[in-house]
């Protein structure tokens, strides 16, 4: 298993399916508001050049089982800070550390650009990505409360 950040377009488009995957389980499971047909395309490539954002990839076997994205947030009246926006690893690749080797190589990352924070946000029923992320360092802060208005 090889962990490197994406740099070209086939991997990028690799990337946007393993989102669309990960959409769908999001609607499937926590989020009923999503579109049944809604997928992903072109996101990836569009970050590619973006030096506030960053994709990680984990390839096995010349195919993408998994990825991370992160950015920077944009905000200058706050001390540089980072979100892990979406991470995914199909599921027979799970349980092998591949997630946490990503949160490591975005921390390697963020520190780099001398980023003072990380943030996730992460469905309160998502109890194994909430694991994950407790193990990985973080712990628990800004709590977003929604409501459903119709």
């Given at each position: 298993?090889?962990?490197?950040?994406?740099?070209?377009?086939?991997?990028?488009?690799?990337?946007?399916?393993?989102?669309?995957?990960?959409?769908?389980?999001?609607r499937?499971?926590?989020?009923?508001?999503?579109?049944?047909?809604f997928?992903?395309s072109?996101?990836?490539?569009?970050?590619?050049?973006?030096?506030?954002?960053?994709?990680?990839?984990?390839?096995?076997?010349?195919?993408?089982?998994?990825?991370?994205?992160?950015?920077?947030?944009?905000?200058?009246?706050?001390?540089?800070?980072?979100?892990?926006d979406?991470?995914f690893?199909?599921?027979?690749?799970?349980?092998?550390?591949?997630?946490?080797?990503?949160?490591?190589?975005?921390?390697?990352?963020?520190?780099?650009?001398?980023?003072?924070?990380?943030?996730?946000?992460?469905?309160?029923?998502?109890?194994?990505?909430?694991?994950?992320?407790?193990?990985?360092?973080?712990?628990?802060?800004?709590?977003?409360?929604?409501?459903?208005?119709?």
């Open positions: 298993m090889k962990i490197e950040q994406v740099t070209d377009a086939e991997t990028a488009d690799a990337c946007d399916e393993l989102l669309t995957k990960l959409i769908t389980d999001e499937e499971t926590y989020n009923s508001n999503i579109p049944s047909d997928t992903v072109g996101w990836y490539r569009t970050t590619l050049s973006n030096t506030s954002r960053v994709t990680f990839a984990a390839v096995e076997a010349q195919q993408v089982v998994g990825f991370l994205h992160g950015f920077i947030k944009d905000d200058p009246a706050i001390q540089p800070e980072a979100r892990l979406a991470v690893v199909e599921p027979a690749f799970r349980g092998q550390g591949i997630a946490g080797q990503f949160i490591c190589q975005f921390q390697a990352w963020c520190r780099k650009k001398h980023i003072g924070f990380l943030d996730v946000s992460v469905w309160q029923q998502n109890h194994g990505a909430i694991a994950l992320y407790r193990k990985n360092g973080f712990t628990a802060g800004l709590q977003i409360l929604r409501m459903k208005l119709s």
